[in-house]
């Protein structure tokens, strides 16, 4: 499937490609802080390659437009590390709400949600269930970790550390694989002081305590051995299940009315 930019499509174009039925990908990430060693960008940079690679993978009869990245989000927990451009929650809400609402008004009815970022996660979801309830429309709305499935998200985790994790190995390795002159390779630790219980809780659930969110320091492991084959080979995992996501999800809005 060629990509298709919302921000390069005319209002008449737009508007057409919302009554043929076309389908819009909204992308989230956050610009925030990631250590010492990763740029403020690193969310939104993983988020943008997964969701072009994605798009251009698709074999799909039901047009996606994908939307500006939504680069700024809810990082409230990063700020007191500098660094952080953040939204608290309720104006997060708010802005999610108004981007599907202005989606709706331009005549989408099926809107997709892919974060890259674990504070954006739970608002999220609650605006794709607010949506749903106001409009007859289609909502689909995921983090991209939680698309691959857990077993390889097991095996990656003892191969590469915590997936996402916040500025360790895993997302060292998937910004060496996309921008290696973004990485400071001169600031890398190569020991860290983890936290085993921010990555042991049960999924959807929250253990955490004040200042500690994210890790010592404002990240959860040392990312010294990460290297640009792991990165590409964990892109590739992420990729293909967020392809085959975005085609089981386009899949079944084509064959069902709301």
């Known amino acids: 499937m060629n990509l298709q930019y919302f921000q390069s499509l005319t209002r008449d174009e737009l508007t057409n490609l919302a009554s043929s039925g076309a389908a819009v990908l909204v992308p989230l990430g956050a610009t925030e802080q ?3 060693h990763l740029p403020s960008y690193t969310d939104s940079l993983i988020c943008e390659s997964i969701c072009e690679t994605a798009i251009s993978r ?3 009869q039901t047009p996606l437009i994908i939307t500006p990245m939504l680069s700024m989000g809810c990082s409230q927990h990063h700020l007191a590390f500098g660094g952080t451009i953040s939204f608290r929650s309720s ?15 331009c005549g989408f009815t099926k809107i997709i949600f892919l974060n890259s970022h674990g504070g954006n996660e739970s608002i999220m979801l609650q605006v794709a269930n607010d949506l749903l309830v106001k409009h007859p429309i289609w909502v689909a709305a995921a983090s991209y970790w939680n698309l691959v499935p857990t077993p390889i998200r097991e095996q990656l985790k003892e191969e590469i550390g ?15 694989a996309l921008r290696p002159q973004w990485v400071k390779e001169d600031c890398m630790v190569t020991e860290h002081d983890s936290l085993p219980w921010l990555s042991t809780g ?24 990460a290297t640009i ?3 590409q ?26």
């Open 34 to 36: 990631h250590g010492p």
């Open 233 to 258: 080979q964990s892109l590739e995992i992420i990729t293909q299940h967020v392809t085959d996501w975005l085609e089981l999800t386009l899949q079944t809005m084509e064959k069902t009315e709301c």
């Open 162 to 176: 915590p997936m996402p994790g916040h500025a360790g190995i895993f997302e060292t390795a998937l910004v060496k």
């Open 229 to 231: 084959e792991m990165g």
């Open 58 to 60: 698709l074999n799909t």
């Open 202 to 225: 049960m999924p959807n659930t929250l253990l955490g305590t004040h200042g500690l969110l994210t890790g010592r320091q404002g990240y959860t492991d040392a990312p010294i051995q």
């Open 91 to 105: 104006t997060y809400l708010a802005m999610l709400q108004d981007i599907g609402e202005s989606l709706f008004s």
